[in-house]
């Protein structure tokens, strides 16, 4: 009997396009006049207060001012603008056969819901990208105020489906520990490698695309971990 499944996002959905982020902030840099490779870095120490704490327009100013700029409003909802439209294109980016995983799971009778670590213009985008109708639920960390792999994310997630933690499957590619904190409130974990193979972080049952998800969920062990679970 079909149950509900909770995926991660970037790397198991869809591409991270970490290229592709770190050009937009030097972009962004820029715009608000300072150093667009000292941008970059700060962006990338800043990622967890990014996760759980600040909006774009907020990273945007206190990285610039602590990089020794003073960028003024204009420039600062310029900038922010480029990480809101990045975040949208990210999500319209999803390969077809990832929609076509999605609308089949969802035809079986599965629930879907999304757990991602992720910063707040990609919770503003969601709503108008083409994943969100196809997904019952999703929790963002930094709407959620927590990230993975802390329990409160998802049992949040599973909450807003009303159902218990170990009534879900986990599906992600297990950055950010996101796989043992699954198992760890309970959830029955499925490593993706279809964007990323991180096959040292967990030894349970992987799938090399979504397209293959079904079957695994169809498969006697799994099955009988989803089956005990609900």
Request: aromatic share 6%; net charge negative; with cysteine.
């Amino acid at each position: 009997m079909p149950g509900t499944i909770l995926f991660d996002l970037f790397h198991t959905l869809l591409d991270g396009a970490d290229a592709q982020r770190d050009r937009v902030v030097a972009r962004m840099g820029e715009i608000v006049g300072v150093d667009p490779v000292a941008l970059v870095l700060a962006y990338h120490v800043s990622w967890r207060d990014r996760l759980v704490r600040w909006s774009a327009e907020e990273t945007i100013r206190l990285l610039a001012r602590r990089l020794g700029g003073d960028p003024s409003p204009e420039q600062v909802t310029r900038a922010a603008a480029l990480r809101l439209e990045l975040a949208s294109w990210l999500l319209n980016s999803a390969p077809a056969g990832t929609l076509v995983a999605l609308d089949g799971l969802r035809a079986a009778g599965w629930r879907l819901g999304l757990v991602s670590n992720a910063t707040a213009e990609v919770a503003e985008a969601w709503p108008s990208s083409g994943l969100s109708r196809r997904f019952d639920a999703a929790v963002f960390s930094c709407v959620a105020g927590v990230a993975k792999p802390d329990p409160g994310i998802y049992q949040a997630a599973a909450s807003a489906l009303g159902v218990a933690p170990q009534q879900c499957v986990f599906v992600g590619d297990g950055a950010d520990g996101e796989l043992a904190g699954a198992a760890a409130v309970g959830l029955t974990v499925v490593r993706t490698a279809e964007f990323v193979d991180r096959s040292g972080v967990w030894s349970g049952p992987v799938v090399g695309s979504l397209a293959e998800l079904a079957d695994l969920l169809g498969d006697a062990s799994v099955g009988r971990d989803v089956a005990s679970a609900a």
